[in-house]
């Protein structure tokens, strides 16, 4: 799997776009390309996930660079409730298992 | 339920005391995963069912440490002889049976906090 590098921490403010950077320069072909996120206090959600093409559901939109070395998560309008940390994880084709950095904090101010 | 089930919710335990943390996946879930997460630091992970078998013991920090799982679904972390370092959020998460992990999800419990004193 991929190494993928994240901010530690960003703010944004309540009903405003979040944009998320992930960086996973030396990803492969076959490396997908995944989010989760952990609010305070709970277990990890999954959010989304793509392997070359952009992404959308419900929760969150997902833009893959053309070059795949890099990536964004996108919440288009920001709650209180999206404050969390959200990790970006590079999972392999055959991976068997989750492997969780640092992820970036979000605080979102009222 | 609906989602992974965790008990119990908190565990107190005297140093040298043996625990159970008991995880039930999501019906179905043949993938069954357990991490820990001490305070304020990230996932650590510790062991991969694939049914009832485990093929990634590597994250067990410990041979205090065992886990099983029967039948396919419920599984139990067991951890001896407790030391004040095991305190922390133990999590388990399950994912489907027909798919890959690298193309679902996988779907948490809410943890079970140990608190070793």
């Known amino acids: 799997d991929a190494k993928t590098t994240q901010p530690n921490s960003m703010e944004s403010n309540e009903e405003e776009p979040v944009h998320l950077p992930c960086n996973h320069s030396t990803i492969s072909g076959t490396d997908y390309i995944h989010w989760y996120r952990q609010l305070p206090s709970q277990g990890p959600e999954y959010v989304i996930h793509?392997?070359?093409s952009n992404v959308n559901n419900r929760m969150a939109s997902l833009a893959i660079a053309e070059d795949r070395k890099s990536s964004t998560l996108i919440l288009h309008r920001a709650t209180l409730r999206d404050a969390a940390v959200y990790y970006c994880?590079?999972?392999?084709?055959?991976?068997?298992?989750?492997?969780f950095g640092q992820g970036t904090r979000l605080t979102i101010n009222p | 339920g609906a989602g992974v089930s965790q008990s119990p919710s908190n565990k107190v335990t005297e140093k040298g005391k043996d625990v159970e943390l008991r995880c039930d996946p999501i019906s179905g879930h043949t993938a069954l995963y357990w991490y820990r997460q001490s305070l304020g630091q990230g996932l650590e992970f510790l062991i991969y069912?694939?049914?009832?078998?485990?093929?990634?013991k590597s994250g067990l920090p410990s041979d205090r440490f065992s886990a099983e799982r029967t039948g396919g679904s419920v599984s139990t972390l067991t951890i001896q002889r407790t030391q004040q370092e095991d305190s922390a959020v133990y999590l388990c998460?399950?994912?489907?049976?027909?798919?890959?992990?690298?193309?679902?999800?996988?779907?948490f419990g809410q943890g079970t906090r140990l608190t070793v004193v």
């Open positions: 793509g392997l070359t």
């Open positions: 069912f694939q049914g009832n078998s485990a093929p990634d």
């Open positions: 994880i590079s999972l392999r084709q055959g991976a068997q298992k989750l492997v």
């Open positions: 998460a399950s994912s489907p049976d027909r798919a890959r992990l690298w193309n679902t999800e996988a779907f």
